[in-house]
């Protein structure tokens, strides 16, 4: 496993992080025994970053990385983020800062996570949605983050940008607030890399890549055919049209990567890594099997430019989340 630089901290975090909505919830039935494995793997492999959220199952993803480190007799650092208090996802940009993150609510959910995590410093604490329009009114958010940083319940300090809105975060990135930017970037969604990464590069703003395999369509392992549980959210996300137009695309990608010989949640991850202004990319995993299949990643050659050029070209605009 390679590390990289985060930011401008003394950080450095492996190339590979482990994603852990998927264990948390809202995937389908949860298999606690299985995600605590996987963590447990993780570690063992070179993981180094771990991202998780309050909201992950009501903390639940959070404690199972507690339950992970007490077997894997070590911690690694973790990232956990502090939902809006009006849970309003994404960020509505007309919203006043104070009912999505006043002092109270940062506070009270820092010690949540603290709590689920059984530790007494949380690595990297980061808000669960943002808006540009928020730095103006940000004094006292601000204000708050110095205070627990000051009293080492955290190290550092992030946010988390609505899905496929990179520009929203232009501003904040060039503040000098904030120690970090967790994005989705794959080869479907490549607009980071258009202002938001040569920003970060800028100021020294560490990425962390979200969704690199794009709810699991960059995998290939999802068709035509697949019927997710009811409890998955994806049954409301990869809608049969939305599931037919994926397929299609994954389809193209497929032909233009298959001399590559690897995997397709392979490719994925390397274009990911591709890019020098990312730290860390971060695949859900709740399985041994694909911690094993994602970290070998890391340890591979970078594509070649002429493949990347190529992988470049399917990207894909939409948003099926709104
Ligand atoms: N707003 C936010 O801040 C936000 C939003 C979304 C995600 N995140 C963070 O980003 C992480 C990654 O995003 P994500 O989990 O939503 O999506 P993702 O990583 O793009 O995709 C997850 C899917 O990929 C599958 N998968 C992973 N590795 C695989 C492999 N090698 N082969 C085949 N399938 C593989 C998983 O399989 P299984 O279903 O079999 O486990 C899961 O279905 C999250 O876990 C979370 O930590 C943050």
Redesign the pocket.
């Known amino acids: 496993m390679h590390h990289r630089p985060f930011g401008n901290t003394s950080l450095n975090v492996s190339e590979i992080g482990?994603?852990?909505?998927?264990?948390?919830g809202m995937?389908?039935p949860r298999n606690d025994r299985s995600a605590i494995n996987a963590l447990v793997k993780g570690i063992e492999l070179g993981i180094t970053f771990i991202?998780?959220?309050a909201v992950?199952g009501h903390g639940h993803?959070e404690s199972l990385i507690a339950s992970a480190f007490k077997e894997a007799k070590q911690k690694v650092s973790v990232a956990t983020?502090i939902p809006p208090k009006n849970f309003q996802?994404?960020a509505q940009h007309n919203i006043p800062l104070e009912e999505t993150f006043p002092k109270k609510h940062i506070i009270e959910l820092t010690e949540f996570s603290l709590k689920n995590l059984r530790t007494d410093c949380i690595t990297l604490q980061?808000l669960?949605?943002w808006s540009d329009q928020w730095l103006e009114q940000g004094d006292e958010l601000f204000e708050t983050i110095s205070l627990l940083k000051k009293q080492g319940k955290i190290n550092y300090f992030g946010i988390?940008?609505?899905?496929h809105e990179p520009n929203s975060a232009l501003e904040v990135v060039s503040s000098g607030l904030i120690d970090s930017v967790?994005v989705?970037y794959?080869i479907f969604d490549q607009e980071p890399a258009n202002k938001l990464f040569p920003l970060c590069q800028k100021h020294g703003v560490a990425v962390?890549v979200?969704?690199?395999?794009?709810?699991?369509?960059?995998?290939?392992?999802?068709t035509r055919e697949t019927s997710f549980h009811k409890k998955?959210w994806?049954s409301r996300y990869f809608t049969k049209e939305r599931l037919e137009e994926t397929c299609q695309h994954v389809d193209q990608l497929r032909k233009d990567t298959q001399h590559l010989g690897k995997?397709l949640?392979?490719i994925?991850?390397q274009f990911c890594l591709a890019h020098p202004a990312v730290s860390t990319v971060?695949?859900?995993?709740?399985?041994i099997?694909?911690?094993e299949?994602?970290c070998v990643v890391s340890g591979d050659a970078l594509l070649k430019e002429v493949d990347l050029e190529k992988i470049k070209k399917h990207c894909w605009k939409r948003n099926f989340y709104s």
């Open positions: 482990h994603g852990t909505w998927t264990m948390g995937w389908g991202d998780t959220a992950y993803s983020k996802w994404p980061q669960h949605v988390s940008i609505n899905d967790q989705i794959n962390i979200r969704v690199p395999l794009d709810e699991g369509s960059l995998t290939g392992n999802i998955d994806r995997p949640s392979h994925a991850l971060i695949p859900g995993m709740r399985t099997d694909n911690v299949k994602n």
